[in-house]
Nanobody, 127 residues
């Protein structure tokens, strides 16, 4: 059974940085794209960033471009989300997820392309 465990969230002032980690177990981590999503209270879950199985292709939502970076370490079965220049609007629960197909070279952005999800880690940015 695949398990994903996020960590690294917390409370930070606007302009600060956090690095989220997602440790995977129970599956062939290096065969699948990984994604990061977030959900703020009262809002739908939204795509943040994703990375291909080799790390050679990444995608991110326009609102975080230039501030967030997604990376992975296949030897450690871990995917990261480095978040810099944080803004209050980045406040949300952040989730990592594993794509359901190993065939995709470009990481997908749709939530329904992912079938394993972590429990989430809270990020709160104060103004």
């Amino acid at each position: 059974q695949v398990q994903l465990v996020e960590s690294g969230g917390g409370l930070v002032q606007a302009g600060g940085s956090l690095r989220l980690s997602c440790a995977a177990s129970g599956g062939s981590f290096s065969n699948y794209a990984m994604g990061w999503f977030r959900q703020a209270p009262g809002k739908e879950r939204e795509f943040v960033a994703a990375i291909s199985r080799t790390g050679g292709s990444t995608r991110c939502v326009d609102s975080v471009k230039g501030r967030f970076t997604v990376a992975r370490d296949n030897a450690q079965n871990t995917v990261y989300l480095q978040m810099n220049s944080l803004k209050p609007e980045d406040t949300a629960m952040y989730y990592c997820a594993r794509a359901y197909s190993s065939a995709w070279g470009v990481p997908p952005v749709q939530p329904n392309a992912y079938n394993y999800w972590g429990q989430g880690t809270q990020v709160t940015v104060s103004s």
